[in-house]
């Protein structure tokens, strides 16, 4: 887990964003300028890690003009993955970006395992923060079929341009 998520502590935002959503729900409030991809892609492809018993090294997809990169942050704690993360975004300046990592939900006095996705536009003001619970059974892992909305959290992508791009354009 590298950054704890407690949807007690996201509820009672001003978003009105909380809650269990379909994929086609989230879709439609991604929008349709490739975000919505780069989220659904972040989701499989960490359902495929899981599914095949293979770590989950938290990774970033992200929204360029010819389609999607992805850019794996291996790091030693928390703090080393986000400045990983925050240097490929200052570095990048994708469109959008969707982060996901290995996360624990609390939720009505429980925890469960979660697949956990921070998903933004460069220059929105906040990030989306959507979760996938699943758990293990019979050796395998199971998945929810919703999505969980949390709310919102700290952006990670640069709100403006560098002025040393600016100069190179």
């Known amino acids: 887990m590298y950054r704890p998520v407690c949807a007690s502590q996201q509820s009672g935002g001003s978003n009105g964003l909380q809650g269990d959503m379909t994929w086609r729900e989230l879709a439609?409030?991604?929008?349709?300028?490739?975000?919505?991809?780069?989220?659904?892609?972040?989701?499989?492809?960490?359902?495929?890690?899981?599914?095949?018993?293979?770590?989950?090294?938290?990774?970033t997809v992200l929204l360029g003009s010819e389609g999607i990169d992805v850019a794996d942050h291996?790091?030693?704690?928390?703090?080393?993955?986000?400045?990983?993360?925050?240097?490929?975004?200052?570095?990048?300046?994708?469109?959008?970006?969707?982060l996901i990592y290995d996360g624990v939900v609390h939720s009505d006095g429980a925890s469960g395992?979660?697949?956990?996705?921070e998903c933004a536009h460069r220059g929105d003001a906040d990030a989306l923060l959507?979760?996938?619970?699943?758990?293990?059974?019979?050796?395998?892992?199971v998945f929810d079929e919703q999505v969980i909305v949390l709310g919102a959290t700290r952006q990670l992508c640069p709100r403006t341009t560098p002025l040393g791009v600016l100069a190179l354009v």
């Open 28 to 59: 439609a409030l991604l929008g349709t300028d490739g975000l919505s991809r780069a989220v659904w892609y972040a989701f499989a492809e960490a359902r495929r890690l899981k599914d095949a018993c293979s770590p989950l090294i938290p990774f």
């Open 130 to 141: 959507v979760a996938q619970p699943y758990y293990r059974r019979n050796g395998g892992m």
């Open 113 to 117: 395992d979660a697949l956990v996705c």
């Open 74 to 98: 291996p790091g030693a704690s928390p703090h080393e993955v986000m400045q990983s993360v925050e240097a490929l975004l200052a570095r990048e300046l994708p469109a959008g970006y969707a």
